[in-house]
Nanobody, 122 residues
Framework: QLQASGGGLVQAGGSLRLSCVASGRTFTSYPMAWFRQAPGEERTFVAAISFNDDSTDYTDSVKGRFAISRDNAKNTVYLQMNSLKPQDTAVYYC?????????????????WGQGTQVTVSS
């Protein structure tokens, strides 16, 4: 029900925009988030956005470089990633939470996309 896309291979300092489209049901009333998982590591929080776009949260390592946004008319959430670093390399997942508050713990999210690979070369 969540389809993530937009990943790819980019050089350090470059940019990518990830998209996550919902189908089958709408998540316009719920917070959505991006997580990432590097090889051999746990899935970690990247960014989250409230249902009405008035509140966002970011992990410290991406603040000032990444921006989460959503277009409820298109049932889509985005992650604009600028000034990418090799340590940003991971599979990126979008998620939706059937609640109200922004959360950073993965188990608080109810729906997950399939992931899109982001690779940043040095």
């Amino acid at each position: 029900q969540l389809q993530a896309s937009g990943g790819g291979l980019v050089q350090a300092g470059g940019s990518l925009r990830l998209s996550c489209v919902a189908s089958g049901r709408t998540f316009t009333s719920y917070p959505m988030a991006w997580f990432r998982q590097a090889p051999g590591e746990e899935r970690t929080f990247v960014a989250a956005i409230s249902f009405n776009d008035d509140s966002t949260d970011y992990t410290d390592s991406v603040k000032g470089r990444f921006a989460i946004s959503r277009d409820n008319a298109k049932n889509t959430v985005y992650l604009q990633m600028n000034s990418l670093k090799p340590q940003d390399t991971a599979v990126y997942y979008c998620a939706a939470r059937l609640g109200t508050d922004l959360e950073v713990l993965s188990y608080m999210y109810d729906y997950w996309g399939q992931g899109t690979q982001v690779t940043v070369s040095s």
